[in-house]
């Protein structure tokens, strides 16, 4: 890409400039220079940052052009003058009805897709009528025990024009059973239904710890549900390999990246495994990953992740399709970056996230509501939220031009140096025995706790500075944005709804239709096609789950994985 | 003669979100008191007996999934009901200011809401037993 006598010329003028430029660095204006992950970043990059830059090929090989291969660039040609991020607020509360309304709302002011949150119980597999669900019922997102419930959260939405995301993992099967059902109710058909199954248990081992089976029949379930959807639903993206979730947990971004692609190739093998064809089911794999505040540092991994991506696809598990090689993703700004103080801050902060996972090519987008710790978003707060993607796609002519930070020294340099680090972070899993001897190792988890606790010491000894929290603090401050509150009443209710479809249903075919389902998961049967029957009988997510504990047993975390450091 | 501050942490109810309470049991081991963690989806009463049966000295627990208004009380009465309740109870997670206030009523020594540097729940732990009227010497 540059001529060795160029990088020789530019060596020795930087010597000059670095000797001139020592008379500035006696005063500095923060104690350290450093990444929101703790990375060390250089006072000034050049082209001589890009290892590998004399070679001749170098810019073929690593960067490209957008929508050609290794696609660091991006995934399409002409990226947002084509067409424009999706943007997908996340939303779930209460009841069926009070998501339906919002739902509803969201799409009314311009929202182009929808995201689902359900509720505890309902991420656990235990109906709202269970024990263990009091006091969460309706309370991070909406509850579903059966096919009535979807049927009201999508009431009035036509499923085969919007796409909806649904973030659920360990009963993720059994509740895209409900929606495709609700889908079928009202003749679409299932080859027009678009959207996005979070279904990515791996990091919930690894990091959110929603989990209910072990990992071996977890995965299965998923291959199951894949090789469903390639012959049925082929346009839905049957798993978004997730990293939101890790950094989340306390990951630093090249932990982000390297953990969440790990997950992602033990996904691949594992179909492949199950004797599917890597070019049937990779174009429909999708990623997500966390939207930090350290603006160049996340550019650079959403362009490393893009590139690794397909170099592994087309090498390794020699994909033909040149779709099966691109890494799509959904990026959702960084809910741990948010603080209680000040939170009309927050605003700030989401927009400034939400313009690096837009500079680094996303293809659809969730903001995160200003009020996000305190309770789940206000109506207001989450007006706003959307209507930032809105000023960055509309305002700020940043969609004008495909990757406009490609070329940019330092952030090349960041792209480099996250694949490497990525790189080193596969060897150890290898070495390690894989991805799943890791989760039982506690490696991941033990790496995301030390991270974790490295950037509260750094907080603490205010080598970091977070305004309002550490520094610029208001004394006495009063919060006074509103703040959600679930009526007390939604788990009364949702609970007696949950009891009355019980008995109202055909009992006999529920019978039925989970013997079928406790047969398909003793023997090799494709356990999601009769899910599907259950889903038509009003089979509740509780029941398949029991019957599923019942036969392969609950997971519980290894002594390792608890460890805090 | 000195003795450690010995604390039980756990999480209670669905929630998986386990950064905070990780963090919070290196911080206090890191000062010197001696921490175990039970993990995730604890009981009510299975947190309570373990207090016991280890013989601590506070509890803390984290819930970030909005359920802290039925699981504090049903800690708190769970240790009524087991004469425990000289233990310190305290907590941290997404809790707005007015249910704060009103856990504190009900008997929740302290709730940490985020951007609570570690250093407070230390200072916390180390005054609430001395107010115990602990007279042995707390390190």
Known sequence: ??????????????????????????????????????????????????????????????????????????VHQTLYRSKLWTMRQFAGMGT??????????????????????????????????HERSL??????????????????????????????????????????????????????DLKDVRGTLQNDILKEYIA?????????????????????????????????????????????AAQELAFTLADGFCYIESAIADGQDVDDFAPRLSFFFNA???????????????????????????????KSWLLRFHTQTAGCSLTAQQPENNIVRTAIQALSGVLGGTQSLHTNSMDETLALPSEKAALIA??????????????????????????????????????AYFEEIDKRGGVLECIEQGFFQQE????????????EKKERVIVGVNDFVLEDEVIDIPVLKIDKNVERDQSAFCKKI??????????????????????????????????????????????????WGEYSETQAAMSAS | MDKKIRVLLAKPGLDGHDRGIKVIAAALRDAGMEVIYTGLRQTPAMIVDAAIQEDVDAIGVSILSGAHMTLFPAILDVMKEKNASDIILFGGGIIPDDDKEELEKLGVSKVFTPGAPTTEAIEFLRNAMLSKGNDEQIM
């Open chain 1, 502 to 551: 019980k008995a109202e249903r055909d009992n006999t075919k529920v019978q039925e239709t989970l013997a079928r389902l406790r047969e398909a998961a003793k023997t090799d049967g494709n356990t999601f096609e009769v899910m599907m029957d259950c889903a038509r009988a009003y089979v509740s997510v509780g029941e398949m789950c029991d019957v599923l504990r019942e036969e």
């Open chain 1, 96 to 129: 069926p009805e009070h998501t339906n309304e919002r739902f509803k709302y969201i799409l009314a002011q311009g929202g182009t897709g929808l995201s689902t949150a359900f509720d505890l119980p309902t991420l656990m597999g235990y109906d709202s009528d």
């Open chain 1, 1 to 74: 890409m540059f001529t060795k006598s160029f990088i020789a010329r530019l060596k020795k003028k930087i010597v000059e400039w670095d000797k001139s430029a020592e008379r500035f660095r006696a005063k500095k204006s923060m104690p350290r220079f450093f990444t929101v992950s703790g990375e060390d970043v250089d006072e000034l990059y050049t082209p001589d940052s890009i290892k590998g830059g004399t070679d001749e090929n170098y810019y073929d090989e690593n960067i490209g052009l957008p929508g050609q291969y290794p696609y660091t660039r991006g």
């Open chain 1, 292 to 322: 930090h505040s350290d603006f160049f540092e996340e550019i650079g991994k959403y362009r490393a992740a893009r590139r690794i991506f397909a170099k592994r696809m087309k090498n390794k598990y020699g994909a033909k399709n040149p």
């Open chain 1, 386 to 423: 959307l209507r930032t993607q809105q000023v960055i796609a509309f305002e700020t002519g940043v969609a004008n031009t495909v990757d406009p930070l490609g070329g940019s020294y330092f952030v090349e340099a960041m792209t480099d140096k996250m694949e490497a680090e990525a790189e």
């Open chain 1, 208 to 252: 959110q710890k929603e989990f209910i089976f072990p990992p071996k029949p977890s995965i299965r379930l998923i291959t199951d549900m894949m090789s469903y959807c390639t012959k049925h639903v082929p346009q839905w993206n049957t798993i978004s390999i997730s990293g939101y979730h890790i950094r989340e947990a306390g990951a630093t």
């Open chain 1, 448 to 459: 995301l706790a030390r991270s974790a606790y490295q950037h509260q010491m750094e907080l």
């Open chain 1, 135 to 188: 006091g969460e019922v309706g309370k991070c997102g909406v509850a579903v025990d059966t096919l009535a419930d979807m049927e009201i959260i999508y009431k009035d939405i036509d499923l085969a024009k919007v796409s909806t995301s649904m973030t659920i993992n360990s009963p993720a099967s059994m509740v895209l059973a409900m929606y495709l059902v609700v889908a079928e109710k009202q003749g679409v």
